[in-house]
Each structure stands twice: as C-alpha cells, then as structure tokens.
C-alpha cells in the first residue's frame, strides 16, 4: 500500500519495484495501482448531499480525468517512481521523446 500511494520502499524491494515497473503490463498495474487509491475517494464523493444525477456524475467526472491523465503521464510517471528507488529508467525509442 505504500507503494501505491508513492512512498518509497526499502532496499530489499528493489528488485520488486523493477519487476512491477519494466516488465509486460507495467502500463496496467500503474492505472491499478491509481485505482486503488481513487475508487475510495469517488465513494466519498458520491455520499455528498445533492441530486442523485450530481452525486453520479462528479465522481464519474473525478475517476475519468484522473484515469485519463494517469494513462497519459504513465511513461514519466514510471520514471519517477523508479528514480525514486534508485533504478536506471529503460530507453523506449517508441516514444518519440526522452523520458523526463
């Protein structure tokens, strides 16, 4: 859980985190991983008071922009997250651009 909130593990995990951010899939676990922590924060919003279209729409609004940007941003994010544990960020010619 820390993970998935950005906090940085311990060294021992390191190997973990590579495999979590290179290996096949890494795109999917990223925006998993983002779920986890915004499905909760829909639920909340979806117990304000209000209409029932209003208390549907403004988390629908809040989970799709944040899952849109997350898929968007996945490539700098993963760059982040490994540098953060001190991984090389893999090379991806695919892109088009460097990886900041």
């Known amino acids: ?43 909340l919003l979806a117990l304000l ?10 988390p629908a609004l809040a989970l799709a ?4 940007t997350v898929a968007v941003y996945a490539d700098d994010i993963r760059a982040v997250r490994l540098r953060q544990h001190g991984l090389a960020v893999p090379d991806d010619p695919d892109l088009g651009h460097p990886t900041h």
């Open 65 to 68: 922009g944040s899952v849109f």
């Open 1 to 43: 859980m820390r993970f998935t909130v950005g906090m940085r593990l311990r060294a021992e995990n390191s190997e973990w985190v590579r495999h979590e951010l290179t290996d096949a899939g890494w795109r999917g676990r990223v925006v998993a991983r983002h779920l986890a922590v915004m499905v909760p924060v829909c639920l």
């Open 49 to 58: 008071p209000g209409p029932v279209w209003l208390r549907l729409m403004v």
